[in-house]
């Protein structure tokens, strides 16, 4: 039965389409908007105080607004919601609408805009320039909650976010102040916050020294490494504005007397943390330390009990997306950070393509959760958190035909989103002939190898998704491993002999490592496109962005290699460009330089320890400190998260 308010709000839209008992008209510039005085008053405050306080305007049959804030376009959305109840917002014109209703005190549309913003704007597409907008505008109407929640989602993506370009240009003094002055901001270290406030400052001297010792004091100073604060701060140039040298001088006393008069909040802990955590079955999970540099125990977040095998993982919001293995089968987990409960998630669509796969690789774009497979046949399907279900089919199948030849095949994959694209990244391996010799009695069926092309006994593991059975993960590099283009080694072999004992020319087949393919996934068009190939293959790789620039790291494609190597892609050109490692030397860490950051490539995850190399840096840097980041467990899956400050304390 239809409620009797939605009869009534009914009748008076009618009322109002067919010009009946119109007894007011809203004037904006040469646009009138005809309305009833009563329906209006009874969804604006500012109207209702028009209508009853005696204003001139309360006896106008024609009222023009002339507020520079209100455009005809939004107060039409405006005055369709007061009718209706529903709002129809675009991210173009959402916060024309909010800025007018909000003026116009129309609470309903304001709380609609606002949740549109929440949903759409900061937690599905959220970006460093839309964050500043939304922050301001809710700054300047007073919209609390909206603030506090688009303040919230950028704390979690501080570490992130803070040395983009967009963060050192668009966010503002206040912005930055009430950002860094957050418990929950998520970030390496305090030293860590310290420093980006300080590259923030520097990214326009000129006109924010004069602000330099407000953003700074927003830093948990007594947190902050006393030698990097002296050499930032002890400066003649910083050392002339008063109050930054007053604030260098507190923190060098509090180090020096460890006095309890210091201000609490200088010292005081942030609430959440981000931290990198080892994700594995059946067992407890680990966090890395950046302070004692090694891996601990995480006893504070539960175990993942019903998984054999843990492939690849995906921290959204507050949820962390886990693609596992169960006993045969290929199960998808969520885990709740705010309840600490494991969830499984729904089967995901049983297709020809897909079933008895495993999922390489997940990445989260506009509203869904993209699960991406390695395998030649495999298509990629995409969960939606907001309706609990999974979506794919051949509309995404991104696999050419060329790649149905039996004598090549995608296998390892890693994907990333960039320019709200999905980019991913496939290995390719090729089988080519080979002509060796033997001795003694060949079978002429015989598959599988040595490295020296000798038959196996045991046959072949069956090839998953990844085009590696899981039970050889521990083995990968290997003699046995991935062979390269620049090697000889078979990894399969065909042979066709003769019962002699006289050395026999024979013929077999060799899988060879080929230069990875990259394919970008429009969205908007559900269409895939294939673009280039990297300079050189690369074995057990992770696809990323920083600065705006797509990158890839990983193994080069032999198994002697240890050393890892970096491509950069070059969209304008659709090219790849191999990074030079000036400051990095050969090593067994995975360490590799991009951006003038050291990060380390540790089970296929890239990780930034916050090192960064210094303009004009001459020597390579040192990378023993680190040698325990590697130091975790081959088959766990690594992830960046929040945890509470309080649990990493008390391990």
Request: glycine share 4%.
């Amino acid at each position: 039965m239809v409620a009797h308010s939605e009869v009534l709000l009914s009748k008076c839209a009618q009322f109002r389409d067919e010009g009946q008992f119109i007894d007011v008209r809203l004037k904006v510039h040469e646009d009138i908007f005809p309305a009833h005085r009563i329906v209006l008053a009874a969804n604006s405050d500012y109207f209702h105080a028009m209508f009853t306080d005696g204003m001139k305007e309360s006896n106008q049959e024609v009222i023009e607004l002339k507020d520079e804030s209100i455009s005809p376009d939004a107060l039409k959305n405006v005055i369709d919601s007061i009718y209706t109840g529903d709002l129809r917002v675009n991210e173009e014109n959402v916060l024309e609408v909010l800025a007018t209703a909000d003026h116009l005190q129309v609470k309903s549309v304001v709380k609609l805009c606002c949740d549109f913003l929440l949903i759409q704007c900061i937690q599905l597409r959220f970006d460093v320039e839309t964050y500043c907008r939304v922050w301001r505008i809710a700054d300047r109407h007073g919209l609390r909650d909206l603030q506090e929640a688009a303040e919230h989602e950028m704390a979690s993506k501080f570490k992130d976010v803070c040395e983009s370009e967009e963060f050192l240009t668009h966010i503002g003094t206040e912005q930055l102040f009430s950002l860094i002055s957050r418990d929950d901001l998520a970030a390496l270290s305090e030293t860590f916050v310290f420093k980006s406030v300080m590259q923030w400052i520097k990214h326009k001297k000129e006109e924010r020294m004069a602000v330099a010792a407000r953003v700074i004091g927003a830093v948990r100073l007594g947190l902050v490494d006393i030698k990097v604060l002296i050499e930032e701060l002890g400066t003649e140039e910083m050392q002339r504005a008063p109050k930054i040298a007053m604030q260098l001088l507190e923190v060098l006393v509090h180090n020096n007397s460890r006095s309890h008069n210091s201000s609490v909040e200088k010292v005081k802990p942030r609430f959440m943390k981000q931290v990198l955590v080892a994700i594995l079955p059946q067992t407890q999970m680990q966090y890395f330390d950046d302070e004692t540099k090694t891996w601990k125990p995480l006893p504070s977040m539960a175990q993942l009990t019903e998984a054999t095998e843990c492939c690849c993982a995906e921290y959204v919001g507050n949820y962390l997306y886990v693609a596992a293995k169960k006993a045969n089968e290929f199960v998808n987990y969520r885990y709740d950070t705010v309840s600490n409960l494991w969830e499984t998630l729904p089967p995901v669509l049983s297709h020809s393509d897909y079933c008895n796969n495993q999922i390489d690789s997940l990445c989260f774009l506009d509203d869904y959760l993209y699960a991406i497979s390695g395998g030649s046949t495999c298509v990629p399907f995409r969960y939606s958190p907001a309706k609990n279900n999974w979506q794919g089919g051949a509309s995404l199948d991104f696999v050419k035909k060329q790649f149905d030849d039996p004598k090549n095949k995608l296998t390892n994959a890693t994907a990333t989103v960039w320019n709200s694209h999905l980019y991913v990244l496939h290995d390719l391996k090729t089988a080519e002939e080979r002509v060796g010799f033997s001795f003694g009695r060949m079978s002429s069926t015989s598959t599988g190898g040595t490295a020296f092309g000798a038959p196996s006994s045991q046959s072949a593991a069956p090839t998953g998704l990844f085009g590696t059975p899981s039970s050889a993960r521990a083995a990968r590099g290997s003699l046995f491993g991935a062979v390269s283009a620049q090697s000889e080694v078979p990894t399969q072999v065909s042979l066709v002999g003769t019962p002699s004992s006289a050395p026999a020319e024979n013929t077999y087949q060799v899988w060879v490592d080929k230069a990875a393919i990259l394919h970008c996934f429009n969205p908007e068009t559900n269409r895939w496109k294939q673009l280039s190939s990297t300079c050189h293959p690369h074995c057990d790789s992770c696809l990323f962005v920083i600065n705006n620039k797509l990158y890839v790291v990983g193994r080069s494609g032999s198994f002697l290699s240890t050393s890892a190597s970096v491509e950069l892609y070059d969209e304008e050109n659709n090219t790849w460009s191999v990074v030079e490692q000036k400051h990095i030397p050969l090593n067994k860490l995975g360490a590799v330089e991009i951006e003038g950051r050291v990060c380390f490539m540790v089970n296929k995850c890239l990780v930034d320890v916050g090192i960064r190399i210094p303009p004009g840096e001459v020597y390579q840097i040192c990378l023993n400190d680190w040698k325990n980041l590697a130091e975790i467990n081959k088959e766990a899956v690594l992830c960046y998260m929040p945890v509470k400050t309080d649990s990493l304390n008390a391990e």
